[in-house]
C-alpha cells in the first residue's frame, strides 16, 4: 500500500491506533501527543472511526506482513 505523507504539519487534538502485537490481537489506543496514551475498546475505536472528523488516516504496515492491516487516524 503506497502512502504519501503530507509536506504540512497537521495540528489534530488526537490520534487512534488500532494494532496487533505480538500474538495478532488487535489493541486499540487513544493518544494525546505528549499527555497520554490511553487503551479503548473496539467500539470505542469503531466509533470515533465513524462519528469524528477525521483530518488525516496512515496505514501502518509491518515488514513481511501484507495481511495485519493497522492504522492510525487523527482528529
Known sequence: M???PSPIPI???FMYTATANKSG???YHK???GVSKLR???S???RAFNDLPILA???VQM???DMVFQLEFYV
Do not use: A
Request: glycine share 4%; aromatic share 12%.
Open 11 to 13: 495540528k489534530y487534538d
Open 31 to 33: 493518544v494525546r501527543t
Open 2 to 4: 503506497k502512502y504519501i
Open 40 to 42: 479503548i475498546s473496539r
Open 25 to 27: 490481537r488487535m489493541q
Open 63 to 65: 515488514r513481511g506482513q
Open 57 to 59: 488516516i496512515n496505514p
Open 44 to 46: 470505542e475505536f469503531i
